[in-house]
């Protein structure tokens, strides 16, 4: 059998399996659903492959999709996701142009078809100096060179656990430093609605989560990062003092 071009990797609890809006069937593509949780009733489609999880939080579920991944090319999606038909095939057009890459970011709109973010216009490399607000929906990548460099998802970090974000951040940081080939290119290939239940700017566990993802990536580098960071934007924090513990890094590990 003829291994599928694109894996579409869905992590998904059980209770949300119904919100999940899947694309149109195609020959070239496979379905992962990884679910966290017994209950719920998964899609049946002969394109789908159902995989139910006892673990917790979306990174074991991504890390799940990269050992599973049958396809050339896998993206990873969301109960709220949904894809741009181009966009996919400039994804794997890019792959098949660079045999090297293994982690492409791109990007993503909302529901208006408005960019989420501000976006560079001009293909970059991807390196722990301009990938800190990457999103899981905008990377794809090649799996079978993500599993020879044994590059994952750091499962301490991520939606589900205390350290709620900069999963995908440290997986770009960890991937470099793997010496696998990270590029930005301007291809939007997803959409998410506008509204996101994970910023919590200007609070404890916004800026402690901040502050251990930065230890994660820099190491002993990490306060002068983290310096620049609240110098350049100090309202983030909310306040002069959380400002100063985020800088130091004086929150519980």
Same mark, same amino acid.
């Given at each position: 059998?003829?291994?599928?071009?694109?894996?579409?990797?869905?992590?998904?609890?059980?209770?949300?399996?119904?919100?999940?809006?899947?694309?149109?069937?195609?020959?070239?593509?496979?379905?992962?659903?990884?679910?966290?949780?017994?209950?719920?009733?998964?899609?049946?489609?002969?394109?789908?492959?159902?995989?139910?999880?006892?673990?917790?939080? %979306?990174?074991?579920?991504?890390?799940?999709?990269?050992?599973?991944?049958?396809?050339?090319?896998? %993206?990873?999606?969301?109960? *709220?996701?949904? $894809?741009?038909?181009?966009?996919?095939?400039?994804?794997?057009?890019?792959?098949?142009?660079?045999?090297?890459?293994?982690?492409?970011?791109?990007?993503?709109?909302?529901?208006?078809?408005?960019?989420? =973010?501000?976006?560079?216009?001009f293909r970059e490399p991807a390196t722990?100096?301009?990938?800190?607000?990457?999103?899981?929906?905008?990377?794809?990548?090649?799996?079978?060179?993500?599993?020879?460099?044994?590059? $994952?998802?750091?499962? *301490?970090?991520?939606?589900?656990?205390?350290?709620?974000?900069?999963?995908?951040?440290?997986?770009?940081a960890d991937a470099n430093r793997a010496k696998l080939k990270?590029?930005?290119?301007?291809?939007?290939?997803?959409?998410?609605?506008? *509204?996101?239940?994970?910023?919590?700017?200007?609070?404890?566990?916004?800026?402690?989560?901040?502050?251990? %993802?930065?230890?994660?990536?820099?190491? $002993?580098?990490?306060?002068?990062?983290?310096?620049?960071? $609240?110098?350049?934007?100090?309202?983030?924090?909310?306040?002069?003092?959380?400002? %100063?513990?985020?800088?130091?890094?004086?929150?519980? =590990?």
């Open positions: 059998m003829t291994e599928p071009a694109l894996t579409i990797a869905y992590s998904v609890l059980s209770e949300g399996l119904s919100r999940v809006v899947l694309p149109p069937a195609r020959p070239d593509t496979e379905i992962l659903m990884l679910v966290q949780g017994s209950r719920g009733v998964a899609p049946r489609r002969s394109d789908i492959r159902v995989i139910r999880l006892d673990s917790t939080g %979306v990174t074991a579920s991504r890390n799940a999709a990269i050992r599973e991944a049958s396809g050339e090319v896998l %993206v990873f999606g969301e109960e *709220d996701v949904t $894809w741009v038909p181009d966009g996919l095939a400039a994804v794997l057009a890019t792959f098949d142009d660079n045999p090297r890459l293994a982690v492409f970011l791109g990007r993503a709109q909302d529901e208006t078809g408005a960019p989420r =973010k501000r976006y560079p216009a722990i100096w301009n990938s800190a607000r990457v999103g899981t929906i905008e990377i794809a990548v090649r799996p079978a060179l993500i599993r020879r460099a044994q590059v $994952w998802f750091d499962e *301490d970090f991520g939606a589900g656990t205390p350290n709620f974000l900069g999963d995908e951040y440290i997986f770009v990270c590029d930005y290119f301007p291809i939007t290939f997803s959409q998410h609605p506008k *509204d996101s239940s994970g910023t919590r700017f200007g609070t404890d566990a916004d800026a402690g989560a901040r502050s251990r %993802v930065f230890d994660r990536v820099f190491g $002993w580098f990490a306060p002068v990062m983290r310096a620049a960071l $609240w110098i350049r934007n100090p309202g983030r924090f909310g306040s002069l003092a959380r400002g %100063v513990r985020f800088v130091t890094g004086a929150f519980p =590990k």
